[in-house]
């Protein structure tokens, strides 16, 4: 009731105000909790730098450097060089990658909003091919690529103001653009806000990549760039941080139970968009699109082609979890898979492991070995009465239960009984014919009417018929005596079969 | 017998000497080290070598361009306007035309009349295509012959020093100079 | 005694001299470079190319006849210090990592056009390479073939630490031309009239008063990339820049009138 009435309060509040239009009244303020915004670049610009230079540490992945710790903007002088290198995109397959700093992903570079950037791009001289770097923290022409254009055994250095917090992907934009992208030329560069990232245990570094080889996924050998499934979009490996080992066996992240962990994350493209999820974990926050502000509790997040997102969660308890891209046919046969490896203490109240291991029949309640006893006794020719009763039962109950319920009480006036049933008594053949060519119509059972449609029992041969019938004709007080597979044959091969009868 | 051969060799030393004396080496990076002749309005030949001893502004335009030519010798006058006399006198400056096969000596003194160029510190001058690709090389500037006969070109204003030497270059064009490129000339200038 | 002196005079003088030059014919050819001005198809006049790329022996002996061009005597104007024949051992030693018949590499534009002056010859224009280079063994055009591409992209996924071939060793191309493919960049004389922006995104953006009047060149062609990419590294370097995968070849106009290549 508050809720349609309070904007209607608002509204006349505000048409009561000189000078208020309509259409400018705010929406009820009782959904999620009203964000403040940062400023963005506007006001990211905390001054000059104060203090000496810093030189900025850059890690190879999967590792990040810690955090700056500055309280003040500084002057930060990154120098990353660019290297052609010849490696192992999946075992036994080589890759001439072009790197930044030798690794794809390239290394991870941290700063703080409102330093000042001094930033050297060297092309290594045993380079083949000019490059140059957009870094998406950089507000300014190109993000730097206009002014980075190298060429090999050359260096270039160009100085921008880190306006905006955010984690940024950066990348070669050298045409063809996309294939520097592909060959692996991107990273990750986190401006960190003016009061740091919260704290957590561990942090690390991941990127994915779509990557397209001439030869086919796993095709052994040196395998060069395909231009035309990039443009198709068809990539031959989807991989995290460049490799298929890349998180695998000894290289996966490793985590101990009570710690907190956040993970960079990154996607170079240049194509797919990545559904990045962790088997086994859920995600307590998500800073969407490596941005300001996060998201609670989710499972999968997405991550644009030349984005990033930061993900962090708590491990409870130990194993493995696996770090996948959700479109799945990309982990499981083009190589997105990745894994963290959380050791400690196990939680049986979290998570218990496996507590039952025991057969399950689905429809079948009962053991079908008495079927199985009975076929064999028949075909030996030494079928007793008790088999017959026995493998009946197991049938029935498969079957005939579902309707005339194990206890043969049937549903009043629904199913009729079949325990001392003065109908199926009376005429041992009928029933054979009943159970083969089912009923349809008024009968009278028990001094009852039933009217209902049994379908044709068509899926049971002779031998099964004979022995459910046995089975019904020895139960709940019924006269007994046997029903023989022959017996059955007979009044198969003497009733017409009604539409809907097999065989 | 030794006395005689050294005086021999010191005399033929002294009118070595005398005869041609041998300034010191142009300096590694200096862009006068072209070898290429040029030719001014004026239809005299000259190598930029012996521009040396002055700092100069340089800049290469051609004398039909319609789009920012004009502006490269408005550049070149706003530098000139915002020094002092005294500094003036110690600046010359040097345009080099990319278009060698129409602009001819009399083309060029055209360009000086109509701006009214004051040719004892203005030069206009063309040399032949191998230069201008040289000299353009040198200097960083590039351009294209379009099918018409037009060109795009990539325009700056370059300071050399006396030595010839690349001190400093502006991409900002017009009569307001660009006050970083300006201290840089000014700078230059006082160290002579 | 005169004779042996006559004799390794012309011997010199025809290493001096260079490779063999090979005749191209004229044809008509629709470059990748899309200009404003030029969006046909453009006539190339004939000309004269050498059939290999320079190499290390021929510029050892043009250094040694051109002493202003050897490595420490260049003025730093004319090749970047650090980088000009820095493979080398010695200034006038090749050295056992050199082969003779590799091509020269570590060249600046001021010194390959050096060395083609010397010859009585110049570098060859971006229209004149490109033309020539688009021929395969069978055809004189053969960019449209996946295979042609391949082979070139073959070349750019080969890691740089791989050692340069020698010239001449790949079958030669329809006019008898050897290694303008698979084997090194190799300057033009007009490299720097390829006004490409630093940032290559920028192609449908012009910023007319930087080119005066030109929007930067367009390289949208994704069939040509693997041309593209040799405008791209062109485009990067300064006339004083050597790297060590780059080199050249000579080219001879021909004597009569011919127009200005468009």
Redesign the interface.
Known sequence: MKRSVFPLIVAAVLFSLPGCKPGKQDVAADTAPVKTDTGGSAAGDFGPPQGEPVNAVLTSPPLVPPATGRTAPAKVIVELEVKEVEMEISEGVKYTFWTFGGTVPGSFIRVRQGDTVEFHLKNHPDNKMPHNIDLHAVTGPGGGAASSFTAPGHQSQFTFKALNAGLFVYHCATAPVGMHVANGMYGLILVEPPQGMPKVDREYYVMQGDFYTVGKYREKGMQAFDMQKAIDENPTYVLFNGSEGALLGDKALKLNVGETVRLYVGNGGPNLVSSFHIIGEIFDKVYTEGGTHYQENVQTTLIPAGGSSIVEYKAEVPGTGVIVDHSIFRAFNKGALGMVKTEGPENKAIYSGKEVDSVYLGDKAVSSAPVSAAATATAGGVLTLDQQIKAGEALFNGTCSVCHQSSGAGIPNVFPPLAKSDFLNADKNRAIHIVLNGLNGPVTVNGNKFDSVMPPMSQLNDDEVANIVTFVLNSWGNKGGTVTAAEVAKVRKETPRPQGAAH | MNKILFAFLFSFALIGNAASPKPAA??????L?IDNVFTNQDGRNFKLAERRGKPQLVAMFYTS?????PLIIDSGKGVDNSLTPAERKNLSILLVSIDPARDTPEALMYIVNKRKLDTTRWTLSRTDE?GV??L???L?????????G??????ALILLDAEGRVVART?T?GSKPDPVFLAAVRKTLAVK | MRRLILLSCLISTASLAGGAYVRVPAGEFQSVLKYEDNKGKQKVAAFDMMKQPVTNAQFLEFVRTHPQWQRGKTPVVFAEQKHYLSHWQAPLVLGTNVKPQQPVTQVSWFAASAYCEAQGARLPTWNEWEYTAAADPKRRDARNDPAWRESILGWYAKPASTTIADVGKKPANIYGIQDLNGLIWEWTEDYSAMLVSADNRNQSDPDKSKFCGASALSMEDKESYAVMMRVAMLSSLDAVNSTSNLGFRCAKSLPRTQTRSP
């Open positions: 142009l300096p590694g990076d200096s862009v080290q361009c319609k789009y920012i030519c191998k690709r040289t353009a090389a040198l960083g500037v590039r351009y294209r012959v379009l099918a018409d037009e060109f795009n070109h990539t325009s991409e064009l």
